[in-house]
Nanobody, 124 residues
Framework: QVQLVESGGGLVQAGGSLRLSCAAP????????MGWFRQAPGKEREFVAA????????YYAESVKGRFTISRDNAKNTVYLQMNTLKPEDTAVYYC?????????????????WGPGTQVTVSS
């Protein structure tokens, strides 16, 4: 069982930045894909970004390319989502996800483990 814990959400003005973190106390993510998804009120959960933990290759939704960066810290067993130039439409609950199957990076059902989510609110 993998228990993921997100942190770093909050309230920020448009144009500001936040960094989300995701960790699984007591375990590593070697050979896993790690993803960030988000769900805005009244909308479906959508893919944001993903990373191959071993190779560091990354994948992004078009809506966040150039503004968000996913990365990982091997020593801390933590994956990050650096969010810059935030917009009100980025407001959502952000979820960290993990899975050992290294494909289908943007597919929600391809992730077996999920964190409880962290709220990000961007004011205009």
């Amino acid at each position: 069982q993998v228990q993921l814990v997100e942190s770093g959400g909050g309230l920020v003005q448009a144009g500001g930045s936040l960094r989300l973190s995701c960790a699984a106390p007591g375990r590593t993510f070697s050979n896993y894909k790690m993803g960030w998804f988000r769900q805005a009120p009244g909308k479906e959960r959508e893919f944001v970004a993903a990373i191959n933990w071993n190779h560091g290759s990354t994948y992004y939704a078009e809506s966040v390319k150039g503004r968000f960066t996913i990365s990982r810290d091997n020593a801390k067993n933590t994956v990050y989502l650096q969010m810059n130039t935030l917009k009100p439409e980025d407001t959502a609950v952000y979820y960290c996800a993990a899975d050992p199957f290294l494909a289908d990076w943007a597919v929600e059902r391809a992730y077996h483990y999920w964190g409880p989510g962290t709220q990000v609110t961007v004011s205009s």
